[in-house]
Structures are given as structure tokens and as C-alpha cells.
């Protein structure tokens, strides 16, 4: 007669591990859906709306940012009128030479940034001012001066535009505010762009050359 050991592996369960059978699982004293009842009557529990959305949480509780005003667009319109100020002077660098690729660059975006200005200026009303078609100036460096005159000056009738609808009172309807806004912000980008493509090529040359302007 065998006698059985305590150690005898035929009396463990394979499915179990030591000490599992020391732990039980507790029985919940409520159910979940009382448990959310009063969760949800709570304020701030699960369930709750609180009114913030996860951007405002990320942002830490900050308002969402107002819609577009008339001193946004001017404020929109003086940011650009400053890079293109700034494009004028660099033109304006003696003995600037720019590479084939830089010409067609600077040509792309100085004619797309005044495409978008003069959108906008339909969008407010008014129709762009009416090219000359004259210029006393001559190179390529002076057709890169005539885009940015033509920018200017379409930026100034935007001005102008916007000073008037603010000083009558008058508004734009949500529609055409937010499309003003991105077209000027589109011109914007193709400005900006123009001015550091520019700005690079400036310090390209000062360097090649070793000169001081």
C-alpha cells in the first residue's frame, strides 16, 4: 500500500496557481449601474458635463479665441505690408544676382501672395486698383519691384476698406469675414516666404563676396 505524499503533484489543479486558493474575488457591495446613478449626480463625476472641452483643458482653461474682427484683418494686413517693405529693401541690395530656381520662386509667390489680396479685396467689395501697365523700371529685379508695388497698393485699398466698414459701423457676415481672413493669411505665407527665400539669398552673396552693405 502506497501512502500518499504531501507533496503528490496529482492532488495540484494545472489550471491553478499556488495561492489561489487563498484569494476570492470580492462580491461589490452595489451594482454599476447605481454606482454610476451616483457617480453621474455628483458635480464633476463621471458622466457630468463640465462645459470644457479638451482643447480648453489643453490650452489650460483658456476661452476659445473670438471669431475674426476688423482689427484682426488690419492687424493681418499691416503684418504683410511690413514683409513686403522688407522685400523691397532687399531688392534693393547692390549687385544682387539671384539663381534661375530663386527667380521663379520669388516670381510664384509674389504673384500668388497678390492673387489672395486681390480676393480678398473683392470679398470686401471693392475691386483691386487697376494696373498701369507702365514701368520705368527695368531687369528682373525691377519686375520683382512691380510685384511688390502691386502688393502694396493692394494692401493699402484693404486698409482702407476695412477703416471704413469699422468707422460706419457696418459688419461682414461670418462667412465672408473668416474667407478675408484666409486669404490674407494665404497671402501672408507667400509673402513670408518671398522675404526669407530673399533674406537667404542676400547673406549668400554678402558671404560669397565678403563685402559690407
Do not use: C
Not at 482689427?71 to 539663381?99: F, Y
Request: glycine letters at 8%.
Amino acid at each position: 500500500m502506497t501512502t500518499p505524499r504531501p507533496d503528490d503533484v496529482s492532488r495540484l489543479d494545472p489550471l491553478k496557481r499556488v495561492g489561489d486558493e487563498q484569494k476570492q474575488t470580492p462580491t461589490p457591495s452595489q451594482s454599476f449601474e447605481s454606482y454610476m446613478e451616483k457617480a453621474a449626480s455628483q458635480p464633476g463625476g463621471p458622466g457630468k458635463s463640465t462645459g470644457v472641452s479638451p482643447f480648453e483643458l489643453a490650452k489650460g482653461n483658456q476661452p476659445l479665441a473670438a471669431g475674426p474682427t476688423f482689427d484682426n484683418l488690419l492687424t493681418q494686413v499691416k503684418s504683410a505690408q511690413t514683409m513686403l517693405g522688407d522685400i523691397n529693401n532687399q531688392l534693393q541690395t547692390p549687385n544682387l544676382k539671384l539663381k534661375q530656381s530663386q527667380r521663379y520662386l520669388l516670381r510664384n509667390k509674389l504673384t500668388s501672395a497678390n492673387s489672395y489680396l486681390n480676393a480678398a479685396n473683392t470679398k470686401m467689395g471693392v475691386e483691386a486698383p487697376a494696373d498701369s501697365g507702365e514701368s520705368k523700371r527695368t531687369g528682373i529685379v525691377g519686375k520683382f519691384l512691380d510685384y511688390v508695388d502691386e502688393g502694396q497698393n493692394n494692401l493699402m485699398t484693404a486698409q482702407k476698406q476695412l477703416m471704413d466698414l469699422k468707422s460706419k459701423g457696418e459688419s461682414l457676415n461670418p462667412g465672408d469675414f473668416l474667407s478675408i481672413q484666409v486669404k490674407l493669411a494665404h497671402a501672408q505665407q507667400e509673402i513670408e516666404y518671398a522675404s526669407i527665400m530673399l533674406s537667404k539669398a542676400v547673406e549668400d552673396m554678402k558671404t560669397l563676396f565678403n563685402i559690407q552693405l
